[in-house]
């Protein structure tokens, strides 16, 4: 065997962070790993019990720990029923493309006159008139004049996503010579290119507002090109049979580049990690219409040999707490992963269970300690220039407790102020310290889904090495047949190499 066949990791351990979704300073929590190689059978394997990537690092949310708990969410694309704001992203876009929208062409034009008045120096303005018109100007002005009607092509009235889906590529239709546009959408492994990472650099200077400084071409490759998936197919890939591994799918309009999906197509899903676009074209709600695109190809490819266990599309992360997640839950069927028993469960009954609780498990939902929570919760409120009033309401409550049954003191109110004043200090205290305890106890607790190193069998070993104090040795991440004979094989061979210990332990992840 190759070692291209196996899996190479190297531990990073625990990472407290900022949250990127409530913006509190260390409400973040993670474990993480550095990938050298990793097979696309293994990875498949990890994000089923809640890991994602992120480049060549491989994560995993300890969502009790966390001030916003991450749940992985997956949709049956074979089942898939698009609603009806689905279904009119996808008509509104083909007619777009096919016969032009004039309200689209108004706000498409706008906005590139925007980013061009933006780009040009003030002392420049004047040449702004004679600039080159764009082809959203120009299809803009015929719609406006109305010289001349193109001829429609015929009307697609199928309800299949994969066939209504791509009636507007001009490449499936070159015999319609009178369309406004032409759409080009390419499947490709994933590179780096200069024409990608300008639209990098606009999508998160405009949309994340993020500075150029960055946006580097260094961050770039980091976060959305490099991988470490081991590839199915080298140089016999093809769009029809592109393999497993890292992909970009670009969207080209008029021969420009104005969107990349950077998707996983692993040997169950086809996994999303990154959608950006062109700012310009953000009436035409290709975040959206994008999804839809690749639950079309999650279809497509299961109908072929190789692929037959390909039947879902996996969307990331869901966050209860987040509005910008909204979206992911509107896929129908879609399921989240149960974070202790790693069971698919319905989003309804999910979002039924969870309520206005933080976190909590599925299928055995427990209660979380209150002090916990709190401890959370006052995490969570460290914010940059936030102040927590959490200390003030807690006094406040406090002091009304201390009033209660003390109208009889009121005429010694001046000498008694001191003692309340060192009674409500001293009860804050020990609320304080004991939420502290509470907190350091259930985190000194392995975080929920872990596999305690006691009950670990043959069974939970797979093919993943994990490089650690420049040893090798076998890593525990989910229930495979048992290799056995395998592990056998890899310890004598790391033995005679002096690069395993004589006593392998196992790192579980």
């Given at each position: 065997?190759?070692l291209?066949?196996?899996?190479?990791v190297?531990?990073?351990?625990?990472?407290?962070?900022?949250?990127?979704?409530?913006?509190?300073?260390?409400?973040s929590?993670?474990?993480?790993?550095?990938?050298?190689?990793?097979?696309c059978?293994?990875?498949?394997a990890?994000?089923n019990?809640?890991?994602?990537?992120?480049?060549r690092?491989?994560y995993k949310?300890?969502?009790?720990?966390?001030?916003?708990?991450?749940?992985?969410?997956?949709?049956?694309?074979?089942?898939?029923?698009a609603?009806?704001?689905?279904?009119q992203?996808?008509?509104?876009?083909?007619?777009?493309?096919?016969?032009?929208d004039?309200?689209?062409?108004k706000?498409?034009?706008?906005?590139?006159?925007?980013?061009s008045?933006?780009?040009?120096e003030?002392?420049?303005?004047?040449?702004?008139?004679?600039?080159?018109?764009?082809?959203?100007?120009?299809?803009?002005?015929?719609?406006?004049?109305?010289k001349?009607k193109p001829?429609?092509?015929p009307?697609?009235?199928?309800?299949?996503?994969?066939t209504r889906?791509?009636?507007?590529?001009?490449l499936h239709?070159?015999?319609?010579?009178?369309?406004?546009?032409?759409?080009?959408?390419?499947?490709?492994?994933?590179?780096?290119?200069?024409?990608?990472?300008?639209?990098y650099?606009?999508?998160?200077?405009?949309v994340?507002?993020?500075?150029?400084?960055?946006?580097?071409?260094?961050?770039?490759?980091?976060f959305l090109?490099?991988?470490?998936?081991?590839?199915t197919?080298?140089?016999?890939?093809?769009?029809?049979?592109p393999?497993?591994?890292?992909?970009h799918?670009?969207?080209?309009?008029?021969?420009q580049?104005?969107?990349v999906?950077?998707?996983?197509?692993l040997p169950?899903?086809?996994?999303?990690?990154?959608?950006?676009y062109?700012?310009v074209?953000?009436v035409?709600?290709?975040?959206k219409?994008?999804?839809?695109r690749?639950?079309?190809l999650?279809?497509?490819?299961?109908?072929?040999?190789g692929?037959e266990?390909?039947?879902?599309?996996?969307?990331?992360?869901?966050?209860?707490?987040?509005?910008?997640?909204?979206?992911?839950s509107?896929?129908?069927?879609s399921?989240?992963?149960?974070?202790?028993?790693?069971?698919?469960?319905?989003?309804?009954?999910?979002?039924?269970?969870i309520?206005?609780?933080?976190?909590?498990?599925f299928?055995?939902?427990v209660?979380?300690?209150?002090?916990?929570?709190?401890?959370?919760?006052?995490?969570?409120?460290k914010?940059?220039?936030y102040?927590d009033?959490?200390?003030?309401?807690?006094?406040?409550?406090?002091?009304?407790?201390?009033?209660?049954?003390?109208g009889?003191?009121?005429?010694?109110?001046?000498e008694?102020?001191?003692?309340?004043?060192?009674?409500?200090a001293?009860?804050?205290?020990?609320?304080?310290?004991?939420?502290?305890?509470?907190?350091?106890?259930?985190?000194?607790?392995?975080?929920?889904?872990?596999?305690?190193?006691?009950?670990?069998?043959e069974?939970?070993?797979i093919?993943?090495?994990?490089m650690?104090?420049?040893?090798?040795?076998?890593?525990?991440v989910?229930?495979?047949?048992?290799?056995?004979?395998?592990?056998?094989?890899?310890?004598?061979?790391?033995?005679?190499q002096?690069?395993?210990?004589p006593?392998?332990?196992?790192?579980?992840?």
């Open positions: 065997m190759l291209s066949d196996y899996s190479l190297s531990p990073n351990g625990t990472n407290v962070s900022k949250c990127g979704y409530c913006k509190s300073l260390a409400g929590r993670t474990y993480g790993m550095i990938a050298n190689l990793m097979t059978k293994d990875y498949q990890l994000i019990r809640g890991w994602r990537r992120s480049g690092y491989i949310p300890n969502l009790r720990d966390s001030c916003c708990p991450q749940y992985t969410i997956r949709m049956e694309a074979g089942k898939y029923e609603s009806k704001h689905q279904r992203i996808v008509n509104r876009f083909n007619k777009f493309i096919q016969e032009g004039e309200n689209f062409d706000d498409i034009a706008s906005r590139r006159l925007e980013e008045s933006m780009a040009v003030p002392q420049d303005a004047s040449t702004a008139e004679t600039l080159p018109s764009t082809g959203a100007e120009t299809s803009m002005e015929i719609v406006e004049g109305k001349q001829k429609k092509p009307k697609n009235v199928t309800t299949d996503l994969k889906i791509r009636s507007s590529e001009y239709s070159p015999e319609i010579t009178s369309w406004k546009h032409r759409l080009r959408i390419k499947l490709e492994p994933s590179s780096f290119t200069d024409e990608k990472h300008a639209l650099v606009k999508y998160q200077m405009a994340h507002k993020e500075p150029r400084s960055r946006c580097s071409a260094y961050g770039f490759t980091n090109v490099d991988t470490a998936l081991t590839a197919k080298k140089d016999d890939w093809t769009e029809e049979d393999g497993f591994g890292s992909f799918q670009c969207y080209y309009l008029d021969e580049l104005i969107a999906s950077v998707i996983d197509i169950e899903c086809i996994s999303a990690v990154y959608f950006m062109d700012p074209y953000s035409l709600s290709l975040g219409y994008s999804a839809q690749e639950i079309a999650a279809q497509t490819l299961n109908a072929k040999p692929y266990n390909l039947k879902y599309y996996y969307m990331g992360f869901h966050i209860f707490s987040c509005p910008k997640m909204t979206y992911k509107q896929f129908h069927p399921y989240l992963l149960d974070p202790e028993t790693y069971n698919w469960i319905e989003f309804k009954k999910c979002q039924e269970i309520q206005e609780k933080r976190f909590t498990c299928e055995n939902p209660p979380m300690d209150p002090l916990f929570e709190a401890k959370i919760q006052s995490i969570a409120n914010k940059q220039g102040i009033t959490s200390d003030c309401d807690s006094e406040m409550e406090t002091e009304e407790e201390d009033n209660d049954g003390q009889q003191d009121m005429g010694d109110s001046n008694a102020s001191p003692v309340r004043e060192r009674k409500k001293s009860r804050e205290k020990a609320k304080r310290s004991e939420i502290d305890r509470v907190f350091r106890e259930t985190t000194a607790l392995p975080p929920v889904g872990c596999l305690d190193p006691k009950d670990v069998t069974s939970d070993l093919s993943v090495l994990s650690s104090q420049q040893k090798l040795r076998p890593v525990v989910s229930d495979h047949p048992p290799l056995q004979v395998w592990l056998g094989v890899l310890h004598r061979h790391l033995l005679l002096k690069q395993c210990d006593n392998i332990a196992l790192d579980v992840f």
